[in-house]
């Protein structure tokens, strides 16, 4: 799912009288999205174990990352946000395994608990890489790019990872 959602372009439908109704692009992918919907539905260790499958398959040389793949990936100011998958999945499985979770609200509160740790993971590498210089874009400018820009979109997408997942988790008659 993580790595078709990657290749999927986000958008939302726009109510209208008229057809066919308006669609916003959005600046995302369904890839975290899809992520969250699995830890969400299948819970925390099936969530971990989709994330870790996907950096290396992505740290093996595939092209699967946004900017290509290989180990050398991890020195790029993304990578961050790669390596927050695996606690961004355990944290959201974990929250949707507690008890009166099938329930709109919670589950879309647990994609988004997972999407701000994701969040912080990247923002640390960024910060630590801007510490130690690793790349030349100044700070705020990455923030605003990895962080800033793409996270309106995703707290947007969590509301339909919420509406995915509880169909999902009902269709399988997960408690």
């Not at 009288?17 to 692009?25: A, D, I, N």
């Not at 093996?60 to 390596?83: I, K, M, N, R």
């Not at 959201?92 to 099938?102: D, F, K, T």
């Not at 874009?137 to 919420?162: K, R």
């Amino acid at each position: 799912m993580i790595l078709i959602g990657g290749l999927i372009p986000a958008a939302l439908v726009i109510p209208s009288l008229e057809l066919p109704p308006k669609v916003l692009s959005l600046p995302s992918t369904w890839q975290v999205p899809a992520l969250l919907l699995c830890a969400l539905v299948c819970g925390p260790r099936a969530g971990v174990i989709a994330a870790v499958a996907y950096l290396t398959i992505g740290l093996v040389d595939l092209p699967v990352f946004h900017g290509g793949g290989g180990l050398s990936y991890v020195l790029t100011p993304g990578f961050g946000y790669l390596a927050g998958f695996v606690p961004a999945a355990w944290l959201s499985g974990r929250l949707a395994q507690q008890e009166g979770m099938n329930d709109l609200k919670r589950l879309t509160l647990s994609a988004m608990a997972g999407l701000v740790l994701l969040q912080l993971c990247g923002m640390l590498n960024l910060v630590l890489g801007s510490l130690l210089s690793r790349w030349p874009e100044p700070l705020p400018e990455l923030l605003f790019s990895y962080t800033l820009g793409p996270l309106p979109a995703q707290l947007a997408l969590c509301a339909g990872v919420g509406v995915l997942a509880l169909l999902c988790r009902r269709l399988l008659f997960v408690e």
